[in-house]
């Protein structure tokens, strides 16, 4: 089955309280869209792949479309439904095709946990999406399932009655589709909820409706589902990302004498047997040798450091230095 990517990135952002769109934000070096776009260029074709875009689209679609991806947007902005239905409407026809849908603000999604999504549509099932049991479960959509551990509907938390509120699986906002059956149902989506929108969760009770199946597929990482909403948000998923670099790292050999002050962006490459001293800062694109030692509190932007190299404490290192 050939596969197509939507991106919804078309919210503004609100509690960011910041000019810049949402997606926009610096997260490792690079903006918080870029680490999902990654996950979608290694899906997908660019020529079938679309961001939705909305506030701030002229920056966003700038950014997006300088790594060959398009973009349409959504105007007026009627929920994540309305907002497949405008992806669809820009990607090839393709009934016999898979849609993986994706959310510009969730960039810690491992690709084997959307392998494991493709592989259950590509099975047979008309959906899948991602699930994670969290304690408290908190404002995400509770996910329903049958006694044969098919999902039947995704109820949003905001019109769950106490019942529904009681369940600890919730959606991931993740989300893989054939496109044929997908089309259908959005087609048929009303606005009948407290946010007079278009949820996309909505079309799993569709799709179960015609007898069709929806897969959960559970995550074995929660944190991989984490989205963006705030300032706050943001540091987190940081902190998130540069200690699996870290822990990368030092499993390939390399020492970290502190990983609560080290940060290293992806994108950079260190050897085994490299120190590096606390507070170091390592950006994208920087190359440590092997047996080198970074002083502390070193900052190196996209330099290379030979092999037994020696970088003294508090030195700046950029390409121009």
Not at 72 to 95: K, S, Y
Not at 112 to 118: G, M, T
Not at 224 to 241: P, Q, S
Not at 294 to 304: E, F, P, Q, R
Request: hydrophobic share 45%; glycine share 12%; net charge negative.
């Amino acid at each position: 089955m050939s596969w197509s990517v939507a991106v919804l990135a078309a919210g503004k952002g609100t509690r960011m309280r910041s000019q810049q769109p949402k997606v926009l934000h610096e997260l490792a070096g690079r903006p918080v869209i870029d680490h999902v776009l990654d996950l979608a260029l290694a899906t997908a074709p660019t020529d079938r792949i679309v961001v939705v875009v909305g506030h701030g689209a002229q920056e966003v679609a700038g950014h997006v479309e300088a790594r060959g991806v398009r973009t349409t947007v959504q105007e007026p902005q009627l929920g994540t439904g309305d907002a497949v239905r405008t992806a669809v409407a820009a990607l090839p026809p393709e009934p016999d095709g898979g849609l993986m849908v994706l959310s510009g603000d969730v960039p810690l999604l491992a690709a084997a946990s959307l392998e494991r999504l493709r592989a259950r549509v590509d099975g047979g099932a008309a959906a899948a999406l991602l699930t994670a049991t969290l304690e408290p479960p908190g404002s995400y959509g509770r996910v329903l399932r049958d006694g044969d551990g098919a999902v039947t509907a995704i109820v949003e938390a905001r019109d769950a009655d106490p019942t529904a509120l009681a369940v600890r699986e919730v959606n991931a906002g993740v989300y893989a589709f054939r496109r044929g059956p997908i089309e259908e149902a959005l087609a048929r989506l009303r606005p009948d909820n407290d946010q007079a929108e278009y949820y996309l969760t909505d079309v799993v009770a569709a799709l179960r409706g015609v007898g069709l199946t929806v897969a959960g597929v559970r995550l074995d990482d929660s944190e991989e589902m984490l989205g963006i909403n705030t300032r706050a948000d943001l540091a987190t998923v940081a902190r998130i990302l540069n200690r699996r670099v870290l822990d990368g790292l030092m499993a390939s050999g390399v020492t970290v004498l502190d990983p609560t002050t080290t940060w290293v962006e992806p994108g950079c490459a260190v050897a085994p047997d490299a120190v590096l001293e606390p507070g170091v800062v390592l950006r994208r694109g920087t190359r440590v040798g092997g047996g080198a030692r970074v002083g502390a509190h070193a900052v190196l932007d996209g330099v290379d450091v030979p092999a037994g190299g020696e970088i003294p404490p508090l030195t700046l290192l950029t390409p121009h230095s």
